[in-house]
């Protein structure tokens, strides 16, 4: 009976010392969620809501229209800006050939001036000879002066036109600019109305029902990026001495259960506790201070991305184990070119075609 005690007792301890010297290896906690990017799209203009595509939990592909508003009013304004985009285009034509017409003039009154200027010359070397009177005289005199200040006015007259009227290409010219200018901004805002997935991701909610107006700012989706999430490990600050970014993780959910388990990595270490960023964050000068072991975020990436197989809805309840074996890296992930956290710029397709619509209007008003 003791021999049987004794082995007993022996056997315990050496699955205790074990039990600490592998453990020692491991820091866990089953305070941890998957969270991830969730984007918000928002109404661009206002309008009434004629049409929507994807439903609640629905996937959605990046540049996928996913709903569309009433656009009369904005075709009506596009077609306005394109009539006077044409008449600013016959307008700079009318002024350029109201230069030429004025440059015929300014040759017309040269002439006039020169015909007028040799006369006076004349009448003068004849007026001391008494072979043209003194009336004649005069009359010569005025007859100059009248057609050089004519001349001057038709010199005045072009520059101003040809001012006005400008050296430059057509498209180029202010009064065409502006008209094109107006013309795209319409045609964006006729565009607006087709509001367009900016991310690759899942319908996490809709707010918006058909026949609804809305206001410019005004939520429609929230779409989350499932392959861009993560796990939101807090480990108790007396955990954190040994994680460091790049350490393996098993990953384990109350979904699933413990007989699947995920594999994923240690990337960030928090660079403050929770309740530091709260909105009453801890004031300890008062002396009325209570220590409490605080806990502090570690971002956690799975291996592989997105696991269609074990799919995790955000928010759901993880647990999660890192192996530490490996205590040689830094403790705060270096600086390095990443990629961006998130790349929703697609409002590109806003201008496509802007730029061809304005070159036609200008075309077609150039005969």
Known sequence: MFSILFIAAAAGAAVAVWYYWEARWYETTDNAYLTGNLIEVSAQIDGTVVWIGPEQNQAVARGQEILRLADGDELELLEL????????????????????????????????????????????????????????????????????????????????????????????????????????????DWRKTRVISPADGEIARRRVQAGQSITKGAPLFTIAERDNAWIEANFKETQLRHIRPGQPVEIYSDLYGSDISLKGRVQTIGTGTGSIFSLLPPQNATGNWIKIVQRVPVRIVMDGGFDRQYPLPFGTSIAVRVDTHDRTGQRLQQVDDVAPVADADIYSYLDKGANELVARIIAANQN
């Open 81 to 188: 800006r394109k009539h006077e985009l044409a008449l600013a285009v016959q307008d700079v034509l009318t002024l350029r050939a109201e230069v030429r017409r004025l440059e015929a003039e300014r040759r017309l009154r040269v002439v006039t001036h020169d015909l007028a200027e040799d006369e006076f010359e004349r009448r003068k070397r004849l007026y001391p000879q008494n072979m043209v009177s003194k009336e004649e005289l005069d009359s010569a005199q005025a007859r100059e002066a009248e057609t050089r200040v004519a001349l001057e006015t038709a010199r005045l007259a072009l520059q101003k036109a040809q001012v006005r009227a400008g050296a430059q290409p057509l498209d180029e010219h202010p009064m065409v600019r502006v008209a094109a200018a107006r013309v795209r901004s319409a045609y964006r």
